[in-house]
């Protein structure tokens, strides 16, 4: 077992264990982008895990296709559930990364001295409606 493959281990198990906390989400998002920069197959072959569990299924079916080895039965399986994730659901339902407690700080701050937001421009013009009922009331 590899160096990639335990920490992923470790952070896959405190993920479910709180059930998605921020922190855990945090520390799969930083190790993504660490696993991302690494050159290393053993690395990429857990990528797709990492993808997979912050349901990126596009990146994590796209990944595998180019590092999976098609002649493992297990391999071909996982790239067709990946693929039919991919095609109909994309990266859109992938866990947002989320912020820290100095990010939020830092937007409300700016928030702040931003003041309100800008008027919003007209809108197409709303038509009033009939008091003449229509259609048959059956009286």
């Not at 493992?72 to 990364?97: F, S």
Request: proline share 9%.
């Amino acid at each position: 077992m590899n160096e990639y493959l335990k920490q992923y281990i470790e952070l896959q198990k405190q993920f479910r264990e709180t059930e998605g906390d921020p922190d855990s989400v945090r520390a799969l998002y930083t190790f993504k982008e660490k696993l991302e920069l690494s050159e290393d197959k053993q690395a990429k072959e857990v990528l797709v895990d990492v993808y997979d569990l912050l349901d990126f299924k596009k990146d994590a079916y796209e990944l595998l296709c180019q590092i999976g080895n098609r002649s493992d039965k297990k391999t071909l399986k996982r790239l067709g559930t990946l693929k039919d994730y991919a095609e109909n659901w994309g990266n859109h339902y992938a866990l947002p990364k989320p912020k820290t407690p100095e990010e939020k700080q830092k937007e409300k701050e700016r928030q702040a001295h931003a003041g309100p937001p800008p008027p919003r421009p007209a809108g197409p013009a709303r038509l009033p409606v009939s008091p003449k009922p229509s259609g048959n009331w059956g009286f």
